[in-house]
């Protein structure tokens, strides 16, 4: 499809396993954003990449939260050590221009 | 901090118009006017953006207060698809560059 692309779409992770969420932003946007949305709230900042570089990460929650994206296209999100503070929807957006574009998020659940 | 401050809710009967303000009273001159909207259980959704015209597309009007500091999303025929959180955000002019900051939206729910 034309739009970003986000995957698993659901995950369910034991409290101290690793995870890993994929993040197929629009071909030839420049500009990836990872956002953190805690249910009932809009979505929080976590990352920001143009092309391959990582420009901010300060909204990384802490030190286990770790992205990726080393060709400048597809982006990995990943979790090591997930506590169940980390259960949220997970979402991507790409843009190219002044508008980003979302995908439909991964939901992690943390048991 | 959202730079912010929407209604928490509101209802719009079906087939009406649904005006949707946000106070956004410390916007800079650079700054644009974004609207987004989020269905249950999806993404966000881009709906319009501008700087201080009103703006229209297929989807909404965007009116603009002449001194900036509010603006009113217009959907013009609202339907039960319309039912969303819809988020009104301010960012700079290179938005493409810089994250979104999201407050809590207005919840509005179209009736039948």
């Known amino acids: 499809g034309a739009g970003v692309s986000q995957s698993p779409r659901y995950k369910v992770a034991k409290r101290g396993q690793d995870v890993a969420l994929r993040c197929d932003p629009i071909?030839?946007?420049?500009?990836l954003f990872w956002y953190q949305q805690a249910l009932g709230q809009g979505p929080e900042f976590l990352t920001y990449?143009?092309?391959?570089?990582?420009?901010?990460k300060s909204g990384l929650p802490s030190d286990r939260f770790f992205a990726e994206r080393p060709e400048g296209s597809v982006s990995t999100l990943k979790i090591q050590r997930t506590q169940q503070e980390d259960s949220a929807v997970y979402l991507c957006a790409s843009s190219l221009g002044r508008v980003a574009f979302f995908g439909q998020g991964t939901r992690l659940t943390v048991v | 901090d959202a730079k912010t401050t929407q209604p928490t809710s509101m209802d719009c009967a079906e087939g009406r118009a649904a005006n949707l303000p946000c106070n956004h009273s410390?916007?800079?001159?650079?700054?644009?006017v974004y609207w987004y909207r989020q269905i249950h259980s999806q993404g966000p959704q881009y709906i319009i953006h501008?700087?201080?015209n009103n703006e229209t597309n297929e989807m909404a009007s965007l009116i603009i207060t002449e001194d900036r500091k509010s603006s009113t999303l217009i959907l013009p025929h609202a339907t039960l698809r319309d039912t969303a959180v819809y988020y009104c955000i301010v960012s700079g002019a290179n938005s493409g560059n810089t994250p979104l900051v999201f407050g809590k939206g207005t919840r509005l729910s179209v009736i039948a």
């Open positions: 501008g700087l201080k």
């Open positions: 071909s030839g946007h420049v500009s």
């Open positions: 990449f143009q092309n391959e570089a990582q420009l901010d």
């Open positions: 410390t916007i800079s001159g650079n700054e644009y």
